[in-house]
Nanobody, 124 residues
Framework: QVQLVESGGGSVQAGGSLRLSCIAS????????MAWFRQAPGKEREGVAT???????SYADSVKGRFTISKDNAIKTLYLRMNSLKPEDTAMYYC???????????????????WGQGTQVTVS
């Protein structure tokens, strides 16, 4: 069982930045595919970025060049650095994990076994 706890959300003006964090409780953290998803009101949950156990990353086209996913295995923490935020980035952001070193692309909500409670990001 893996528990994920996100933090770092908030309200910012367009053009601003935020960094989300996700702390995991998993003895085998380094062997998971990790991802950030988001869900805006009235919309489906979408994959934003993934990072494989070896560090390979992928991004949704809508955030490429603005968001950066990273992780620190030593402290079992996943990050999402978000720059140049736009109002359309407003959503609940979720950290997710799936067993296995590789991430299927594009990331599918159904593939991830473990989810955090979410952190709200609002861009005005």
């Amino acid at each position: 069982q893996v528990q994920l706890v996100e933090s770092g959300g908030g309200s910012v003006q367009a053009g601003g930045s935020l960094r989300l964090s996700c702390i995991a409780s998993a003895s085998t953290y380094g062997t998971y595919c990790m991802a950030w998803f988001r869900q805006a009101p009235g919309k489906e949950r979408e994959g934003v970025a993934t990072i494989e156990s070896g560090g390979t990353t992928s991004y949704a086209d809508s955030v490429k060049g603005r968001f950066t996913i990273s992780k620190d295995n030593a402290i079992k923490t996943l990050y999402l650095r978000m720059n140049s935020l736009k109002p359309e980035d407003t959503a609940m952001y979720y950290c997710a994990a799936r067993e296995g070193r590789w991430c299927a692309l594009p990331p599918s909500e159904a593939d991830f076994q473990y989810w955090g409670q979410g952190t709200q990001v609002t861009v005005s």
